[in-house]
């Protein structure tokens, strides 16, 4: 037995010397991460590669109840045994290092390509593909379930909707859906890559567009690390009015959520309500910071230069988010009181709690399924630690339990930004960050409207990033949605979807 | 359904007129850049050097290209002058690429389509957006004229579920590498004559994923493009503003 722990504690926007994270044999990696920590949730996995050709793979995992990261790692070379097989939330994750890579993970019981590029390691690939050979997205064996009356549906890369694209394979029996198979990818536009080398005058830009509706989320997971890394403690004035960014950016989806499946099941009072006041929301924000989506406002240091909150500023949003949450609170009474709207949504796309927890699903989904899980509240930074945020469940795992889930958190941001805005610390509400810590790993989560957020960056020897890895939480939940339809009608599809409502882009990176 | 009626009645008529009045938009929202040569130092590049997307040049004269423009405000905060500043103008589309091009002459804003095509679309133009590579961001904001506040319907501007109902199409994103046979097809499937609007700095130049191997750098490398709508994303009174420019249904200024 070694005495060295497998593990090392990193907590949320902490930073350990690359040195220090464990470099632990194969067998005791998997062990560390499929056993190592009991109920623990695998956050990240990836590759990075190292001299002599190896590729050393790093994960970080959430122990339940810890007020901290456990990070490790391995090295491995063309194979190694699968992790998904102990642990099937490693799954994709797994399908990601094989086609960034070229290193094949044996055993894996599906493994396929996850966004359709070519290695990032010339001449190493895990289906030995040649560089000849056309990169088609979507092409690839499908599960398919054979027998008579039995049929396939294929939706997409293009849907009906002003939406992001994807494909979607049904197996069905009549109506029944039997297996849902999603296959993204088209999205896909390289920003991991972009990055390395960074920080750079475009990072921020591209963080910000990893997915259009979460840029806040995002840009505050990045800003966390960069300040992890240079050692810059935020003002409290600029925590705050992070805060307030990111339950608005919340509260406008969650609503626009709200209107979209009132829409979905054709109830379209509630539709045009909450569609008007996701707006109206969106305006708040645009009003802070000169951006509907919140472009600009969260800066590494603090907020974005020349964006403080004017009195006025903070006079009209305390003003205004009391209608709008009132005006939210009817539409969604509205929506429970009538019949074929409960109709449809009770039973619809069940996700079993355990399922949740195998899959590692996070954020609304989970806790629409009962699971307590929240970064504000797990792993709170920032204003988070002082005000701390109620987590709101619903135990049916339904279409229904994931609209209620989102109208309380609606309630629970509007309280926490009202009350954030009358506890305004004063000062300044940035500091400038500087150079980044060399040969260091880093990890920042941030509960975004959607779920866990996790940024992870390595920087080299000269303090630039060497590898940054995103994950978004469609990455954990869009299985979730697969599992969700199953036995389900096909016609439920649009309203399951809806009710999750997970990014492309951001899984496509 | 007397509870949907009553709740109608209190939460009242929330459409905004289009043209929207003066003030629509709040004096923080970032559109249209006004540029002052005049306040420039000789040889300063400090704006040209803080842009992400390499959208200004400051030889031979200073210049901001709108269809790479992020309105991050770089500049801004770079200049050590003024000599940059962001209006609250949100009319930017424009039917040639290089009318995205803000110097310190009369801007050119979206000319009308010619007599046949404003007869076929004036009075009812059916879109079928294709997001190829986009964010989520541009694909909201043109959702967003759907809703009660836009409502581009009442000009007869509305998506179509398919291309084959439709009389043109509207692009975000940068187009990746992975969508681009899937956008060449949905502009084949679209019956001619047909339009392409390119909305958003992504669509037109590749935004800030421009240069990416993974990307094509905009849409007018793909398909023949008749409306570039600036902005990251476009502000939705942007996009009805520019669609309306191009249906000869605005005045000219």
Redesign the interface.
């Known amino acids: 037995m070694t005495a060295l722990p497998s593990l090392a504690r990193v907590p949320n926007g902490g930073t350990t010397p690359l040195g220090d994270v464990p470099r632990l044999k194969i067998d005791a990696f998997r062990e560390a991460i499929a056993g190592g920590i009991p109920g623990g949730r695998l956050v990240s996995l990836f590759g990075m590669p190292e001299r002599h050709d190896r590729l050393r793979l790093i994960a970080v995992l959430a122990p339940p109840g810890e007020r901290a990261l456990a990070v490790t790692s391995t090295e491995v070379e063309e194979r190694y045994p699968a992790l998904t097989v102990l642990l099937p939330q490693a799954h994709l994750f797994e399908r990601e290092i094989a086609e960034q890579w070229g290193v094949r993970p044996e055993g894996h019981p599906w493994l396929k390509p996850v966004r359709y590029h070519r290695s990032y390691r010339p001449g190493r690939d895990a289906w030995n593909r040649r560089e000849s050979d056309p990169l088609i997205p979507g092409f690839t064996d499908f599960f398919e379930v054979a027998g008579e009356e039995v049929h396939e549906v294929g939706v997409g890369p293009v849907h009906a909707g002003v939406i992001e694209p994807g494909h979607f394979r049904f197996q069905c029996h009549g109506e029944r859906v039997i297996h849902l198979e999603i296959a993204l990818g088209y999205q896909h536009r390289g920003v991991e890559r972009s990055l390395e080398g960074g920080p750079d005058k475009r990072t921020i830009h591209r963080i910000e567009t990893i997915a259009g509706d979460t840029a806040v989320g995002h840009a505050l997971a990045h800003s966390q690390l960069i300040e992890a890394l240079s050692g810059t403690e935020v003002p409290p004035r600029g925590q705050a009015i992070r805060s307030v960014a990111l339950e608005l950016e919340r509260l406008a989806n969650h609503a626009g959520d709200l209107g979209a499946l009132s829409g979905d099941v054709g109830y379209l009072p509630a539709a045009s309500f909450c569609g008007r006041l996701r707006g109206d929301l969106l305006n708040l924000t645009l009003l802070a910071c000169g951006s509907r989506m919140g472009l600009g406002w969260v800066r590494p240091g603090g907020i974005g230069f020349g964006i403080d909150f004017e009195p006025e500023t903070q006079r009209r949003i305390s003003y205004s988010l009391p209608l709008a949450i009132s005006d939210l609170e009817r539409s969604f009474g509205l929506m429970r009181a009538n019949s074929t709207v409960r109709a449809r949504f009770e039973e619809t796309g069940a996700l079993p709690r355990v399922t949740c927890e195998e899959l590692g699903i996070v954020g609304v989904a989970a806790r629409a399924s009962g699971l307590e899980r929240d970064v504000r509240r797990d792993l709170p930074l920032g204003r988070y630690v002082e005000a701390p945020i109620a987590c709101a469940t619903w135990s049916s795992g339904d279409v229904f339990a994931r609209a209620r889930v989102r109208w309380e958190e609606c309630a629970i941001s509007s309280a926490h930004i009202l009350e954030t805005l009358r506890s305004l610390p004063r000062g300044v509400s940035r500091r400038e960050p500087g150079p980044l810590e060399p040969s260091s790993f880093a990890v920042s989560l941030v509960e975004g409207w959607r779920g866990e957020i996790c940024h992870t960056a390595v920087t080299d020897e000269r303090g630039r990033f060497r590898r940054y890895k995103i994950v978004d939480p469609s990455f954990h939940n869009w299985m979730g949605l697969a599992m969700a339809m199953r036995d389900q009608p096909i016609s439920d599809f649009p309203l399951c979807n809806k009710s999750f409502n997970l990014s492309y882009s951001g899984h496509d990176l | 359904m007397l509870?949907?009626l009553v709740?109608?009645i209190?939460?009242g008529h929330?459409t905004l007129p289009f043209p929207p009045p003066e003030d629509a938009?709040?004096e923080?929202?970032?559109g249209r850049p006004a540029l002052n040569p005049a306040a420039c130092k000789d040889g300063c590049r400090a704006c040209a050097d803080?842009?992400?997307?390499d959208a200004i040049r400051t030889e031979p004269a200073l210049t901001l290209d709108l269809g790479r423009c992020?309105?991050?405000?770089?500049c801004v905060?770079a200049c050590p002058t003024g000599a940059i500043r962001?209006t609250s103008d949100y009319r930017m589309a424009a039917t040639r690429r290089e009318d995205l091009v803000v110097g310190t002459g009369k801007t050119r804003l979206a000319q009308p389509m010619d007599e046949a095509g404003r007869r076929l679309f004036a009075r009812s133009l059916k879109l079928r957006?294709?997001?190829?590579?986009?964010?989520?961001?541009?694909?909201?904001?043109?959702?967003?004229l759907?809703?009660?506040?836009f409502d581009s319907g009442r000009f007869g501007i509305q998506?179509v579920?398919?291309?084959r109902h439709a009389d043109g199409l509207l692009v975000t994103?940068?187009v990746?590498?992975?969508?681009t046979?899937?956008l060449e097809k949905?502009y084949d499937a679209i019956p001619s004559p047909k339009i392409v609007i390119a909305a958003g700095a992504?669509a037109i130049s590749g935004?800030?994923?421009a240069g990416?191997?993974?990307?094509r750098d905009g849409a007018d490398k793909v398909l023949p493009v008749d409306l570039y709508i600036p902005g990251?994303?476009p502000?939705p009174l942007t996009i009805l503003d520019g669609v309306m420019r191009l249906l000869g249904r605005l005045r000219r200024d």
């Open positions: 509870r949907a709740e109608r209190r939460q929330r938009l709040p923080g929202f970032r803080a842009c992400p997307t992020l309105f991050c405000n770089e905060k962001f957006q294709v997001s190829a590579g986009g964010s989520a961001g541009c694909e909201l904001e043109a959702a967003a759907g809703n009660v506040v998506f579920a398919s291309p994103g940068p990746t590498t992975n969508m046979t899937a949905t992504a935004g800030p994923f990416n191997p993974e990307v990251h994303p502000h």
